[in-house]
């Protein structure tokens, strides 16, 4: 019975095709405005205001009904239902394409852009609407003191262990729509290959900065390169 294990990460390339912005390319999110100024809690004690302005408007994006899984998510929400191995989604993304697609097994190592966390009690709750200083926390009641629960620069992300444990144990690793730029993610791939057993692909519309790291490259959009190989590892393995 096969039970080799699979692990894959994506970055924000995968969504691109669903219409949401990329950090790095050169319409990104980066582009517009400074990580400094939006994505550190630096930040957020600086300007908390122009903070959840920034992650209101993405995530007004996100709810926007012409934003819908791609073909993509679908594969791979594929992927873990017919695999007979553990297959284990691990996304940079705050997005919740990968749920809507039916993925299960996943981890958002950057936290989630529909939850917030309040900064009293601790609990992250499922939160849609614009978050402002007054929002009110769903489970203490307290006012001002949500976020967003995502992971901004200088901080810890989530479910690190068990990250770490399953790239060890994995037979393959998948890296999906992501520049490499960013650590540890961009850090995910030497720990696969360390094991010295899993065999390594990236799927990306162009070279990643890791790329050359990789066993095996397939460029090209998400939207047709993820289908494709999830094809290919179903029928043929690898
Ligand atoms: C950490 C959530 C310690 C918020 C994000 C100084 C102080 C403190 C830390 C640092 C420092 N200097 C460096 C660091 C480390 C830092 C880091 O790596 N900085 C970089 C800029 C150098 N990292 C951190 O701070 C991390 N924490 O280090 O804690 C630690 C260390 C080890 C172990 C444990 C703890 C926290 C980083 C998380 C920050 N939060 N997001 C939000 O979303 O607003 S990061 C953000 O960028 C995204 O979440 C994503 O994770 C990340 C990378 O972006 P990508 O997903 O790769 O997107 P990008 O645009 O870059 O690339 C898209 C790719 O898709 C491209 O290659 C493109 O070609 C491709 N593409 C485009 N279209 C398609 C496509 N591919 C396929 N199909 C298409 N159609």
């Given at each position: 019975?096969?039970?080799?294990?699979?692990?894959?990460?994506?970055?924000?390339?995968?969504?691109?095709?669903?219409?949401?912005?990329?950090?790095?390319?050169?319409?990104?999110?980066?582009?517009?405005?400074?990580?400094?100024?939006v994505a550190t809690p630096e930040a957020f004690a600086r300007d908390p205001d122009r903070v959840h302005a920034f992650y209101n408007h993405r995530r007004a994006g996100?709810?926007?009904?012409?934003?819908?899984?791609?073909?993509?998510?679908?594969?791979?929400?594929?992927?873990?239902?017919?695999?007979?191995?553990?297959?284990?989604?691990?996304?940079?993304?705050?997005?919740?394409?990968?749920?809507?697609?039916?993925?299960?097994?996943?981890?958002?190592?950057?936290?989630?852009?529909?939850?917030a966390r309040c900064l009293v009690c601790g609990a992250a709750s499922p939160w849609r609407e614009d978050m402002t200083g007054d929002s009110l926390c769903p489970a203490?009641?307290?006012?001002?003191?949500?976020?967003?629960?995502?992971?901004?620069?200088?901080?810890?992300?989530?479910?690190?262990?068990?990250?770490?444990?399953?790239?060890?144990?994995?037979?393959?690793?998948?890296?999906?729509?992501?520049?490499?730029?960013?650590?540890?993610?961009?850090?995910?791939?030497?720990?696969?290959?360390?094991?010295?057993?899993?065999?390594?692909?990236?799927?990306?519309?162009?070279?990643?900065?890791?790329?050359?790291?990789?066993?095996?490259?397939?460029?090209?959009?998400?939207?047709?390169?993820?289908?494709?190989?999830?094809?290919?590892?179903?029928?043929?393995?690898?």
């Amino acid at each position: 019975m096969e039970s080799r294990r699979i692990v894959i990460l994506t970055g924000a390339g995968i969504s691109k095709e669903s219409g949401l912005d990329t950090f790095r390319d050169p319409d990104g999110l980066w582009a517009r405005v400074r990580i400094e100024d939006v994505a550190t809690p630096e930040a957020f004690a600086r300007d908390p205001d122009r903070v959840h302005a920034f992650y209101n408007h993405r995530r007004a994006g996100l709810l926007s009904e012409d934003v819908q899984p791609n073909a993509a998510h679908a594969a791979l929400a594929r992927l873990e239902a017919e695999w007979p191995g553990e297959v284990l989604l691990v996304t940079q993304n705050i997005d919740d394409l990968h749920e809507r697609a039916g993925s299960k097994n996943l981890i958002h190592m950057h936290g989630e852009l529909l939850k917030a966390r309040c900064l009293v009690c601790g609990a992250a709750s499922p939160w849609r609407e614009d978050m402002t200083g007054d929002s009110l926390c769903p489970a203490c009641g307290v006012e001002g003191a949500l976020r967003v629960n995502v992971v901004w620069f200088g901080e810890m992300p989530f479910e690190m262990d068990r990250i770490y444990e399953a790239l060890a144990a994995c037979d393959l690793f998948i890296s999906i729509g992501t520049s490499g730029n960013v650590y540890p993610a961009a850090g995910f791939v030497a720990e696969a290959r360390a094991s010295g057993r899993a065999h390594t692909v990236e799927l990306n519309l162009e070279p990643s900065e890791g790329s050359s790291l990789f066993a095996e490259r397939h460029h090209g959009p998400a939207g047709v390169e993820v289908p494709a190989y999830v094809d290919k590892i179903l029928k043929n393995g690898w």
